[in-house]
């Protein structure tokens, strides 16, 4: 392996390592589990699963892969706080629209090659990208891995 | 920028960016906000500073940068469980070991050049790292920056 393919391993494989454990943890959680806060006061377990599923296929867009799957999530989940939605999707509802998120982005995640990652993302120029080399897709793998294991350890408060 | 710098500097500006977010938290606590549990029946916030000082005192033997500076949280923080302590060190003597090693832990890690972070870390052997490269110090950032996003996103719900 070259440092290229090297760095992209890293940073993928930690990725998936990070997803792994949050889908262990959502299937650890009853439907019900999921409908209570995370700690008093704070985004139920529910909402956050909506954030997750609302942020990766968010990443459609910003790695140029493509069309979010369920782009009306993100207005419930991203732009409004967990106390003011007014209709929460059930449970069964956001596992499936997750499991269909993260199917396709890890199938487009695998279909790019390690010169791909090194590539500018969709949301710099290509003037601020020739000064910013480091703002990449791998770059965005890694603030995406941090956000993700962030709400992993919130979740995971909700098991027993 | 070549791609082992830009490699490099995306998981340090990470790695930082992360610390920063923690070091924001913390400060933003009282020390009596640390005293309670991040979630009803889980870890105080006390135990997790003393967890993530441990963890990363640990990163100097792993990085192959030194020595501990505060041997001593292992045994409490890492191999013991918050409800299991007997003896909890106040937060004032916990904060000051968390800069202490975060002070000299940044001041190691940029003293390596690019190159450095793709030599082998401390826990693998020469023969298993010439079959998988990976297993190297940019690696270690990353399964370390996981953590503490992972912890630091518990440690937030303490804000008010």
Redesign the interface.
Known sequence: ?D??Q??V???L??WF??INNFEKTINSLTDDQLQKE???G?NRGIYLLGHMTAAHDDMFRVLALGDKLHPELLETFIMTADKAITEMPDAQELRTKWNNVNIALTEKINSLQPADW?AKHATISEEDFANE??R?K??VM??R???L??????M??LKA
């Not at 294991?149 to 919130?154: K, M, P, S, T, W």
């Open positions: 392996m440092t290229q090297i760095a391993k890293i940073v494989d930690r390592g990070l995370v700690a008093p704070k090194f080399p480091h990449n791998l770059n890694m603030t891995a941090g956000h294991a962030y709400h992993d350890g919130q995971a408060l």
